[in-house]
């Protein structure tokens, strides 16, 4: 469901990294022209957009600003958290939400949770299907009692396994490969 999400949420997704990237910019180039020649966290346009990307993952160089600049720098600082934290952190949220309800209530965007699943049910029934064709092919000759018991057990515990699946996924739709005839064997 989260793939589904974010891949419905794309189209939304791209014009808000634009904005973003374009507020970052904005602060950046304001913050090295008007800390650039005191401070080095802003010493070039790039150094800024990397203090201004620690302060959005929860690292502060705040010591600095505030030393130098007592109250343009709590102002700076104040004013890109308000635009990141609460603007564009709740668009990105609004953007997800909505992607979300949209994926919820529209089933053919979902994708199948159980993929893996029905792939080894697949998987696991053609494997039976083989063993028991290679069972009455070859053990129709007189063979060793003890390969035959040893074919029959295989088949039985791959009879387990398709089971077990079929209750996990939640398809129980006949069991007719689970039964083993008996004069199969």
Known sequence: MLGSTIRYAARDLLPFTVLFILILSDFACF??????????????VIVSIESLLLTVIGKFPLENLNAHYKYLGPIYFGAFSIVCFFILLNMLISIVNDAY??????????SNEYEIVAFMMKRLQLLRRRAVHFTM???????KSQDRYKMKLVIQKLD???????HM?????????????????
């Open 31 to 44: 913050g090295f022209l008007m800390f650039g020649f005191h401070l080095p966290d802003y010493e070039s």
């Open 101 to 110: 309800s949209q994926v919820k209530e529209d089933v053919s965007l979902q």
């Open 137 to 143: 092919k070859k053990f129709n000759i007189r063979r």
């Open 160 to 166: 387990l396994v398709l089971f077990k699946l079929e």
């Open 169 to 185: 996924s939640g398809d129980l739709e006949t069991r007719e490969h689970l039964t083993l005839s008996k004069d199969m064997y």
